[in-house]
């Protein structure tokens, strides 16, 4: 099922990291696609640019961000909005994309990705947020769910809930990023596919599926690993619940050779066109979502 845009499924693609430049450059491998982590070119030039001109002019790009702090109360840095909005028309991105988490107060910004209170307040603040954002780029955003370790007691949503509500209010895309509901899942200890459930297929432009590490008590979402068979399952119903959708293999850490990450990122091509044949299809109870309020 297509997204409300039209957005087209680019297929199977990992992030455009340093180490793999050379490569890149020398040997243009056959991937789909490449995903931009956008500060990393917002205030750059000279190698880092010319490099991304070169993979733009070859392959399709999107672009994904850390600092958007869609939920901040913050006024929305609008200098931010303008380096981006460059960035993207630079590269003829094909969607933007950052998080739904906060990532400061008073201009300061962490570096971190730090979780959301699920409350109808923070519903309503952030779409506005959105909509102002959406504004100013002249385009849609995907926001992903972020991997969280802690909670916050006044939450009354739950986290799928108030994501898909979002969505439908501010008019924004979904990244889904399958392993952030895993690791989330056992941190917090809800049900993951009850979690893919409550997403509106409209919505999704996008997945992300990392490798992350168990601390036996916690999993920290590192992307520094290969994807595991419990998130690859989960990976194969979120498919079968949503349809086709550009497929992200994240490895940020430990970051081994361009065919290792490459390899891992076709094992979801694999695994989706064994669901193709199977015919498999979920059918959640559960397809509509609610008007938001506690």
Known sequence: M???????????????????????????????????????????????????????????????????????????????????????????????SDHLCWCGITGLNTHDLLPMPYTTEALRHTIERVKIIQDVLERPIALENASTYLEFAASTWPESEFLAALAEEADCGILLDVNNVYVSSYNHGFDPKAYIDRIPRDRVVQMHLAGHTNKGTHIIDTHNDYVIDSVWELYKYAHRRLGGVATLLEWDANIPSFAIVHGEALKARKLREQEDLSGVTATPELDEVPAYGD
């Open 2 to 96: 297509a997204n409300r845009w039209g957005y087209r499924d680019l297929g199977f693609g990992i992030g455009l990291r340093s180490v793999h430049f050379q490569h890149i450059l020398e040997k243009q491998p056959p991937i789909d696609w490449f995903e931009v982590l956008s500060e990393n070119y917002m205030d750059t030039g000279g190698r880092p640019l010319h490099v991304l001109d070169q993979v733009a002019e070859r392959y399709p790009l999107v672009l994904h961000g850390v600092s958007l702090s869609v939920g901040s109360k913050d006024p929305v840095n609008l200098e931010y909005l303008k380096k981006l909005k460059s960035l993207a028309a630079r590269v003829k991105a094909n969607w933007v």
